[in-house]
Nanobody, 114 residues
C-alpha cells in the first residue's frame, strides 16, 4: 500500500514562513519527480514546484524567489520552504509523486492572513 503524507501546514501572517514536508512510503519503484501543487478555494489545482531525482527544480512564476523545493531521496521525502508568504498563497497544498504511476497525498492546509 502506497502512502503519500503531507505535513507542516498551518496559519501564518503575511510575510511569514512555513515548511511543508511530504513523505512517500510503501512499495514505490523508481520514484522520479516529486512536486507540490496547490488549490485555492473555488479555483483549479495549480503547479507550484517540482524537484527531479537528480536535483533539478522548477517553480511557478508566482512563487519564484520565495519558495524553495528540496528532497531527500533516501527518505523518499520532499520539502517546500515557503518564505514571504502572501494571502494569495492560501490553499490546500498537495504532494505529487511520479513513479511507475502517479500518487497524490491528501493535502495540507496553508492559510496566510493579511
Amino acid at each position: 500500500q502506497v502512502q503519500v503524507v503531507e505535513s507542516g501546514g498551518g496559519l501564518v501572517q503575511a510575510g511569514g514562513s512555513l515548511r511543508l514536508s511530504c513523505a512517500a512510503s510503501g512499495i514505490i519503484f523508481s520514484i522520479n519527480d516529486m512536486a507540490w501543487y496547490r488549490q485555492a478555494p473555488g479555483k483549479q489545482r495549480e503547479f507550484v514546484a517540482l524537484a527531479t531525482r537528480g536535483g533539478n527544480t522548477q517553480y511557478a512564476d508566482s512563487v519564484k524567489g520565495r519558495f524553495t523545493i528540496s528532497r531527500d531521496n533516501a527518505k523518499n521525502t520532499v520539502y517546500l520552504q515557503m518564505n514571504s508568504l502572501k494571502p494569495e498563497d492560501t490553499g490546500v497544498y498537495y504532494c505529487r509523486v511520479f513513479g511507475s504511476t502517479t500518487y497524490w497525498g491528501q493535502g495540507t492546509q496553508v492559510t496566510v492572513s493579511s
